[in-house]
């Protein structure tokens, strides 16, 4: 144990004495043996230059695609030089999520901000300072709904995947219930889910787009909910609401949505951003906390933490969350990208999405594969290739192309965003004429 702990023998022994034993191993004597590690195993140090050649030779193993074609949730758009130059400053760079007594002005405005940025791409009257990532976001609005006789969320199973498992999770460790509908088409059918709603139903969730691409009609959806006295959410693409009507505008009562697109690379899989807002009458029951806007004694402009609803800062039962932290970094990248890019260069990038997807879907169909679904979609879509799936993603793999995701053994999943070209879509259309 001494040659991992940096303190020296004089300090152990003062240690010691002060918890009344005499050896380490006394200290750990009410440990069964059986469930000791022992002795660990490691392999001799290495020098930074040897760390360095072995981390890139283990780097080296990833497979680099040259173009990407594959979303379903985590998004390949480009991101401004600015965006990382400001967001890798030290002033904003930590390891984690600062707290309260450490909050400098500069960290709070940057949270206002970022909060500010979330209500105007969603209409909603207020936003908290980020969640951990879209599918935590989902399953935290569920829980904001729940009432007395209200412990039902419905929602169409054609949701994201992490969405639809975090969303279970969390429900039913607060007694609610999920109910996951079919959907008809790839969409939610809003006649047939107003029909299910009783007097049970705390929520509905919905995407748009869905898992599948497609367009939700999100006004019929909130019509449905509202008419049965449940709140409706709406699960949201942020790029999309350069273009789509506002979760706002459509009924909806929370947004939520993943906000990765928002300048942050794929990095593998994360840290991701999830982000919530929503009308004011629900405010209170807004996980996280929120930063506002006031003015100190001399009567200049200052920001302050203005709700924490959270067991540390209330009463554990009035607590709507026990999320503690947030993704700081990650919303501070998301403001510079969505400052830099503005309402036009975000419309412009949106664009240019759905453009290249609707042009790689009549480019494919030319080769004969087929769309699964006829429905509007903004720049995802799945084709079905009976039998020749496989086919199709190795020859676009020999290439340097990651193809569309396998859904099932003959449907695909693609995406499209502005990173894309159309000459790398016509060289992806003749790949996949020839695997045909």
């Known amino acids: 144990m001494s040659d991992y702990i940096p303190v020296t023998e004089r300090e152990r022994e003062e240690m010691l004495a002060a918890t009344g034993v005499k050896s380490v191993d006394e200290l750990f004597a009410d440990i069964p043996a059986g469930l000791r590690a022992g002795r660990l195993k490691l392999p001799a140090g290495l020098s930074q230059q040897e760390v360095y ?65 979330i209500c105007l791409l969603t209409g909603m009257d207020v936003s908290n300072a980020s969640l951990y ?43 609610m219930e999920l109910v996951v509908l079919p959907a008809k088409d790839g969409l939610t059918d809003a006649e047939a889910l107003g029909a299910l709603l009783d007097g049970s139903a705390a929520a509905v969730y919905a995407e748009r787009p869905n898992y599948f691409g497609l367009i939700e009609d999100f006004d019929a959806i909130g019509e449905a909910a509202h008419a ?13 609401l350069a273009l789509l009507k506002t979760p706002a505008d459509c009924g909806a009562d929370i947004a939520v949505g993943e906000g990765q697109p928002l300048g942050m690379s794929l990095a593998f899989g994360g840290p991701y ?69 503005g309402k036009e260069g975000m419309r412009e990038a949106a664009s240019a999405c759905t453009s290249y997807a609707h042009y790689a879907a009549r480019k494919f169909r030319e080769t004969g594969l ?36 396998r859904l099932s053994d003959d449907e695909l999943l693609w995406c499209f965003t502005e990173l894309n070209s159309k000459a790398e879509i016509d060289e992806a259309t003749a790949l996949i004429g020839g695997a045909l």
């Open 133 to 175: 990532n879209g599918a935590t976001a989902a399953a935290e609005a569920a829980l904001m709904t729940k009432e007395r006789g209200r412990y039902k969320v419905f929602v169409t199973d054609n949701v994201r995947p992490d969405v639809l498992a975090v969303m279970k999770t969390y429900l039913a460790a607060k007694n």
């Open 53 to 117: 050649e072995k981390l890139k030779k283990t780097a080296s193993l990833n497979r680099v695609y040259r173009s990407c074609m594959r979303g379903a949730g985590a998004y390949r758009h480009y991101i401004p030089s600015a965006v990382k130059a400001i967001a890798s400053r030290s002033e904003f760079v930590t390891a984690y999520t600062p707290y309260q007594a450490e909050m400098s002005q500069g960290i709070l405005r940057a949270m206002f901000e970022y909060q500010t940025y």
């Open 228 to 240: 049965a006295g449940a709140k409706f959410i709406g699960g949201c693409n942020p790029i999309s």
């Open 370 to 405: 087929e769309l699964r679904y006829e429905g509007e979609f903004f720049h995802e879509f799945v084709t079905v290739a009976k039998g020749a799936s496989d086919r199709i993603l190795a020859a676009l793999d020999e290439r340097g192309i990651l193809g569309g995701l």
């Open 273 to 341: 951003l999830g982000f919530i807002a929503c009308k004011e009458k629900e405010v209170r029951k807004l996980p996280g906390r929120i930063v506002g806007e006031t003015v100190d004694k001399n009567m200049r402009k200052a920001y302050v933490l203005t709700l924490q609803p959270r067991e540390q800062h209330i009463k554990r039962e009035r607590a709507s969350s026990n999320i503690c932290s947030n993704e700081a970094l990650c919303a501070l990248t998301a403001t510079v990208y969505m400052g830099a890019m």
